[in-house]
């Protein structure tokens, strides 16, 4: 099934839910909602991105009317006419069920289940996540194919997520989701690929409540789905996407206020139009998702007590209240005034590094003269080249500003799947004599592939050399493959949560493996597979290879990564090393 087929009919999808009358909504019968158990209206820490209001002035992006121009086009395309933009508001399908937990409710170890058709153990560590979870006997998921669900435990903080969650035989499963273990202390963002929404951000800290529209006043960011997102291209707080689309469009993640001068109280608004508006003024709009509507978020009412979004849509739809009504004089949501913040707005600084920036590592690794040198630190989708040789990589479903190996410098985050690393932008070939070099930390238990060189730039290339991993147990080793797989293991082990640099070099006869400026492995042979291909980060192919680690994927973060088409000297090892002090 196409991508562009996939959108359409979930558009139908989610108009259908838009379009159904009010005496057809689900009625609900859930006494475990945010009607009938106390929950705090921000679960997130304080300075979380969600609760922040915006200052009376705020930058906008470079192609901020570009931007808008096109989210008014998709609200006209999708479900809207040639004058009319059609803007919903997400209910009873395709929203999250906000249910509340507490520690007296059953608990169950929510299991995996592949929809997807993912590869082997790619459940590993979702199941871990979900271990042990208070549901409430009452919780219902969202009844599209969603079926999301958002769970808070008020005993503990926990925030719990699934997409596609069922129950079978008595136990809970979910197809994809995520925890956060103390959201009072959280900013509100998944760890890196968990989570139900596609940018990684907690559903509950950025749903409209229905209390928040009977009130008349939402005091947090709100969030905003739609069908045309930039692929490629992420905004902080989001750490990933599931943008499809080219050319000037929103990212996932990016957010969008209502100037600060817009006189909202001069526009004849509906009474939903305006606490949005206001919302949008004050704290802003983040873009969350891709759907087939441009559409807001309000939680589902199948897991409240009392549903009364009849009464507050007016006996009418969601969208027809974004419009307003004419026979009131009232005008429709203003989305033409919105205004586009740049990329990453707010991102906090880097806390203060313990030692001061570090200015002698950089320059010890371009003494050695490499052919490549990603330093890793950088905020956007590009891994720059600081060799010089304009060797660029691309980063793709990492996590950034991760305190580095180096003081001062920032980091990467893999997922440990084949949807997180960064690829050599361009086909290259490697010298016959090399050194590959790169700065880890992990704690991972399953192993995986750190780095290597093969002929896809990602997934499992059908040639894939040069290879540094991690083994099940935690300890490195480094291999290549001519006529036969040859590799060198370390004997202690490494995934004990501390910064290590491997550095593997081959070449004068010998292949050597050192650890933090120390050799921990060598032999005689040499020769690696011939060939052009691409320099990976985070994973690949290591089928057939001893010491197979239990996974391909490395989870865990990387810094610093060089390659020297020529064998380092255990002198220059040794300096760099030193030099990272």
Known sequence: MSRRLIQVLLAAACVLALLAPPALQARAASLSGTDS????????????????????????????????????????????????????????????????AYNSDPVFDITGWNCQNRWKGWDTELNRQLRGVHIPADLRPDLSSDGSVSIYNADTTEVVELWKARKVDGKWQACWGGKIAAANRAAGTFTYGYGASASGLALWGVTIRQSELLAGRIDHVINLSIPFTKKGTLSWPANRTDGWKGGTQLAIGQMLRLPASLDLSAMKL????????????????????????????????????????????????????MLGNKALGEVPFPLKKLVALPLNYQVPPVSAPQRPMNTTYAPAVKAAKP?????????????????????????????????????????????????????????????????????????????????GFENTKTGKGSRADRSLFLTTDGRLGFGTYRSSIRTIVSTRTYNDGAWHQATATQGKGVTRLFVDGVLVAGNTLTGAQPGSGYWRLGGGNLDGWPQKPESSWFAGALDEFAYYPKPLGASTIVAQYRAAA
């Open 37 to 100: 158990r106390p929950a705090p209206s921000r679960v997130f820490a304080a300075d979380s991105p969600f609760y922040q209001k915006l200052p009376a002035r705020t930058p906008s992006a470079a192609s901020s009317k570009k931007l808008v121009a096109s989210l008014n086009a998709q609200a006209h395309k999708f479900y809207g006419t040639k004058a009319t933009a059609n803007v919903g508001i997400n209910t009873t399908r395709y929203t999250p069920a906000l249910h509340v």
């Open 270 to 321: 509906s009474p939903v139009a305006r606490t949005i508006a206001r919302a949008a003024q004050e704290y802003g709009v983040i873009i969350s998702d891709t759907s087939g509507s441009v559409a807001f978020s309000a939680e589902n009412p199948i897991a409240l007590a009392d549903d009364h979004y009849d009464s507050i849509f007016r006996g009418r739809y969601a969208f027809a209240e």
């Open 371 to 451: 052919a490549i040198h990603w330093r890793l630190g950088d905020t956007g989708s590009v891994a720059r080249d600081a060799s010089g040789r304009k060797r660029v990589g691309t980063m793709f479903g990492v996590t950034r500003y991760v305190p580095g190996a180096i003081a001062g410098n920032l980091a990467i985050r893999t997922a440990g799947d084949q949807g997180s690393g960064v690829y050599q932008a361009k086909r290259s070939t490697v010298a016959k004599e090399f050194s590959v070099q790169v700065w880890f930390t992990t704690t991972t238990a399953v192993g995986g592939k750190i780095l």
